[in-house]
């Protein structure tokens, strides 16, 4: 029996292999790395019964999985991959592992792929895009909006609603994980916000993706690292809007008390994402179910939606997740199969005209692997997974998140 630890060794070693594969070049060797990476954090995230960490575990996933679905494209389609800038290192300098970390997309999100988020996506229009299109309305007083704070609980699609906006306004996105610069580069953050800045300065017009920036605000105790790279922030965002006319900064933030006045006040508007609504969450469980067959009605999505009040994006998509592993194991529990009219074997009941007794084992070794039909999704798949799940987003969460939108900014 492998243990926890186990599983979570090899996916970290995985996804070394990976980048360092995905790093030079090496796509196909990179895709089934990441792809095994991944099986292993799955792992992790069934057995980790620490919150904090399973949330921590869910975002790697989440990366290296976006990262592995564009390097399947470029296979596929051979269309030219994202690429990480890696600025000229100067002599015994390490600006070249620095900059390993940020991130060039350009992303095709659409408003329409973002589920609920309404008056954000409207806040956006009215401070972005609109501005872009129409901008003799927003001269004086009216001028552009440029610097965004998005703040809300874990899972929400704070930083997938960012790509939306690059992609509405056909900006370049520069994006960096501050939980990546707390964890590896603790000394040279500030270098790497000067060059992250730098590099959406050669690329106009952009945005600057910063995720989780309350890691760089929220260490408890002062230090010179963490107020250099404070000073650093700051002298660049007030650039931005001045200087820096073709520059737009995102933030995301699940704690945004956690951020201190001074960086708080750099932003020019404040966008609460909430929890999504129940036509939200209705749209979230067919986008995830995507082309897998289901036999589920309007009145069944309706029901799954009123099922998962409190639920955010991410537990919504790890539900589905869950069920879609459901045709799987009823098929290899099953006694019994019938062959199809289109030569597939499908399971089924012994009372079932022409059922043979028979094993999706005893099938493959057959050589029918390929010939079994995977039963489709059912509303019942769906109240068996919901037996064992529950919101991971505290009452306590909300409340400070609407307290803070009460104080300091409106709701987007």
Not at 330 to 345: I, L, S, V
Request: hydrophobic content about 35%.
């Amino acid at each position: 029996m492998y243990s926890y630890g186990f599983f979570k060794e090899q996916a970290i070693e995985y996804v070394k292999q990976a980048v360092q594969e995905d790093n030079v070049g090496n796509y196909a060797k990179a895709f089934p790395l990441y792809m095994n990476a991944l099986e292993y954090f799955k792992t992790c995230l069934k057995y980790e019964p620490n919150l904090k960490i399973r949330e921590a575990i869910q975002d790697k996933f989440n990366q290296y999985l976006r990262r592995a679905e564009e390097i399947r494209a470029v296979l596929d389609e051979g269309q030219p991959s994202p690429t990480y800038f890696r600025l000229a290192a100067k002599p015994g300098g390490s600006g070249a592992a620095l900059n390993s970390v940020i991130r060039r997309e350009k992303p095709n999100v659409k408003w329409s792929d973002v589920a609920g988020l309404e008056r954000a996506k409207q806040a956006f229009q009215e401070a972005v895009i609109l501005p872009l299109k129409f901008p003799q309305f927003f001269t004086g007083k009216g001028q552009q909006k440029r610097t965004f704070l998005l703040h809300g609980p874990p899972g929400t699609g704070k930083s997938y609603l960012a790509k939306a906006v690059a992609t509405e306004a056909d900006f370049a996105l520069f994006s960096v994980s501050s939980s990546d610069l707390v964890s590896k580069w603790k000394s040279e953050r500030a270098k790497l916000i000067s060059s992250l800045f730098q590099t959406a300065r050669e690329n106009v017009p952009s945005i600057i993706l910063i995720d989780e920036i309350d890691s760089l605000y929220g260490e408890g105790n002062e230090n010179e690292a963490s107020t250099q790279i404070k000073i650093e922030l700051l002298l660049h965002m007030q650039d931005v809007g001045h200087n820096d006319q073709k520059i737009l900064v995102l933030a995301t933030t699940n704690a945004p008390y956690a951020l201190d006045q001074p960086i708080r006040r750099r932003f020019d508007k404040l966008i609460y994402i909430p929890l999504p609504d129940l036509k939200a969450r209705q749209h979230m469980f067919k986008v995830h179910l995507g082309d897998t067959p289901y036999n589920l009605t309007d009145s069944d999505f309706e029901y799954l939606a009123s099922r998962t009040e409190g639920f955010s994006g991410s537990d919504i998509s790890i539900c589905v997740e869950d069920v879609l592993l459901e045709p799987l194991r009823k098929t290899q529990d099953a006694m019994f199969f019938y062959k199809n009219p289109e030569g597939m074997w499908t399971i089924c009941g012994p009372e079932q005209q022409g059922a043979v007794q028979v094993t999706m084992q005893d099938l493959a070794s057959k050589g029918l692997s390929s010939k079994i039909l995977p039963p489709p999704v059912t509303r019942t798949d769906f109240e068996k997974i919901f037996a064992g799940k529950r919101p991971t987003v505290s009452e306590a969460d909300l409340e400070a998140h609407e307290r803070f939108t009460k104080e300091f900014g409106e709701e987007g």
